[in-house]
């Protein structure tokens, strides 16, 4: 059923991101399921992170290797409060922080203050990644090319 389910998710998906195309075009302006499929990249690639993950002795252990990628996760309950929350104010500045500063540097509205819409796309997209049950997104995104796939090309 994991494989129908990912497969489902990738039509509907697919036909979401045509839908968009359709409608807005090649404009700007992306559409809400593209939105939601670039915050869904931009955490899943921040909880990926190769440099926390690869850091230390290269003669680590798999259980070193569990804990270097707990430190990204949300859920893991290695994790004080204190981390987990300065974990989320970092993957809010990684999505929101630099396009914020850009936007006021050439004295355009930040993103963030345009409407809800991109900061509710992004609580979605971290939850699915971060706190989802058994972590089932985050695994099954890397766990099936074509979904990976499908919200790399969503997002470009």
């Given at each position: 059923?994991?494989?129908?389910?990912?497969?489902?998710?990738?039509?509907?998906?697919?036909s979401?991101?045509?839908?968009?195309?359709v409608?807005?075009?090649?404009?700007?302006?992306?559409?809400?399921?593209?939105?939601?499929?670039?915050?869904?990249?931009?955490?899943?690639?921040?909880?990926?992170?190769?440099?926390?993950?690869?850091?230390?002795?290269?003669?680590?252990?798999?259980?070193?290797?569990?804990?270097?990628?707990?430190?990204?996760?949300?859920?893991?309950?290695?994790?004080?409060w204190?981390?987990?929350?300065q974990?989320?104010?970092?993957?809010?500045?990684?999505?929101?922080?630099?396009?914020?500063?850009?936007?006021?540097?050439?004295?355009?509205?930040?993103?963030?203050?345009?409407?809800?819409?991109?900061?509710?796309?992004?609580?979605?997209?971290?939850?699915?990644?971060?706190?989802?049950?058994?972590?089932?997104?985050?695994?099954?995104?890397?766990?099936?090319?074509?979904?990976?796939?499908?919200?790399?090309?969503?997002c470009?």
């Amino acid at each position: 059923w994991s494989t129908v389910l990912v497969f489902g998710t990738v039509f509907v998906l697919s036909s979401f991101i045509l839908t968009d195309l359709v409608q807005g075009g090649l404009g700007t302006s992306n559409g809400r399921v593209v939105s939601f499929l670039n915050s869904l990249n931009a955490m899943a690639s921040f909880r990926r992170q190769r440099r926390v993950l690869q850091s230390g002795d290269a003669k680590n252990s798999p259980n070193s290797e569990k804990k270097k990628a707990e430190l990204l996760y949300l859920r893991a309950t290695r994790n004080s409060w204190s981390h987990r929350i300065q974990l989320f104010l970092l993957m809010f500045l990684a999505k929101f922080g630099s396009q914020s500063l850009g936007s006021l540097l050439i004295g355009a509205t930040p993103v963030i203050l345009k409407g809800p819409r991109h900061t509710f796309s992004w609580l979605l997209a971290m939850a699915c990644i971060q706190l989802f049950p058994r972590d089932s997104v985050y695994k099954k995104l890397y766990d099936h090319s074509s979904l990976l796939c499908l919200v790399r090309i969503g997002c470009a």
